[in-house]
Structures are given as C-alpha cells and as structure tokens.
C-alpha cells in the first residue's frame, strides 16, 4: 500500500440530468479511489433529475458495492444535495465534485499529500473553461462576498473540495441553493479553520446542460447571503 492509499475517502457528487455522465464519471471515480484509498464509497445524490440519472445509477450499483444513491424525489437545490452527500458520508475524508465531468479527479492527489496539515482544503479553477456571462457572474459573486464577508477565496464555487469528516459537527448548512459553498465557507471562517487553496484544471463540458448561470439561481443567493448576513 502506497502513503495515499492508508486514506478512508467519500465521494459524492450532485446531479441534475447527468444520465450521459454517470457511466463515465463512476469509471473515473474508480480509477482515482482504487489508487489513493483503502476503503472508499461512490455516492450520486440525484437531485430530482427528470432524466434516468437515478435509473443508470442503480442499473451501475448491480455490479458495485461502493455505489451509493442518495434520491431527492423533486428538484431541491444545489445546497439541498451539498448535505444529502455531506451526511451520507460515512468516511473521515469528504471529496465532492459536480458530475458534469469538468474536473479530472486525479488532481485530488495534490489535495491528499496536505490533508494531514489542514481541515480542509479549497479548488480554483485554473483557465476556466465556461462562457463569458458564467464566468462574469462568477467574478461579480466572489467580489461580493469579499466586500460584504471578508471571505478571501479565489473561486468559492469550485466544485472541487476535500474535507475532514469532523468540521461538519460543528456547522449547519441552511442554505437550499447556490449559496451553500460560500455558506459553509463562512462557517469554517468564523471557527477559525485551517484551510489552503490548490488550482485546478478546469475542461469543457462535453454533455449534458449547464444550469448554474440562470439569473434565478443567482437572486435567491444574494438573497440567502443578506438572510445570513442578518442573522449575524
């Protein structure tokens, strides 16, 4: 057994009609976890897809028991699915990335080689490869969150995070939406943990469709950041 692999590691990844997705990104979860982990768990929260995303993922778990399905009946938000996988985890480690494919999962070697000093660990996407209003929106949330919060992150949204188990007995995720991440950021910041930032490649998406940059999603997370504002 190699130094990465003495880790204990949850995957999980929400999904919204990634049924074209999830054949692939099980086969690439598998090559990564086999390598860097002595026991690992896959784990697709289906987020109320109207795809057969559920269906694919049952049809993959026949053949594997490291697949787990957590099922939202109907659509409940990005932050709804962020802690479905969290509290579905059962191991000490806590990776979640989207199931779009726009990562390459074995970039979370760099992650686990500095795990041990840190609590958690943060992705940037480098090079983003999104269209131009994503990738305005994105900058416009971030400085936003820096000016209102304080909080000095590159990419807050970069769905490439790892985690210690523990730091989620400490926190709650109220939010239902897009404002999750920076949410549990915010926590993680007022508790003083320790945290470091690594980039990360970032590719196109090849299927499937993008839904993060809808005008909506982005109302209801200012919305929720002024509600978490006010609460402080």
């Known amino acids: ?47 109320g897809s109207s795809d057969r995303t559920a269906e694919k993922t049952e049809e993959l778990m026949k053949n594997n ?14 932050g709804s699915a962020l802690t479905s996988g969290i509290t579905s985890s059962r191991h000490d480690l806590i990776f979640f990335s989207d199931g779009d494919l726009q ?22 996407r480098i090079n983003r490869k999104d269209n131009l209003i994503r990738r305005f929106n994105a900058g416009l949330w971030n400085l936003v969150l820096r000016l209102t919060t304080g909080l000095k992150v590159k990419d807050v949204d970069c769905a490439f995070k790892l985690f210690h188990k523990y ?32 980039g990360v490649n970032h590719y196109p998406r090849v299927k499937g469709t993008q839904t993060g940059g809808n005008p909506l999603v982005i109302f209801k997370a200012i919305k929720e950041l002024l509600k978490f504002k006010f609460k402080r």
């Open 1 to 47: 057994m190699n130094e990465l692999q003495r880790h204990k590691i949850s995957f999980f990844f929400p999904c919204y009609n990634e049924e074209d997705n999830i054949e692939s990104l099980v086969t690439a979860s598998e090559e990564v976890l086999r390598s860097i982990a002595s026991e690992y768990e896959i784990i697709i929260v289906n987020d």
């Open 65 to 78: 028991s490291h697949i787990k399905l957590v099922n939202h009946e109907v659509n409940s938000g990005y």
């Open 103 to 124: 990562f390459d999962l074995k970039e979370i070697g760099k992650f686990l080689e500095k795990i041990d000093k840190y609590d958690y660990i943060i992705g940037y």
């Open 167 to 198: 730091i989620f007995d400490q926190i709650t995720i109220n939010s239902k939406g897009a404002f999750a991440s920076a949410e549990i950021l915010l926590n993680l910041k007022e508790r003083n943990y320790r945290y470091t930032q690594i």
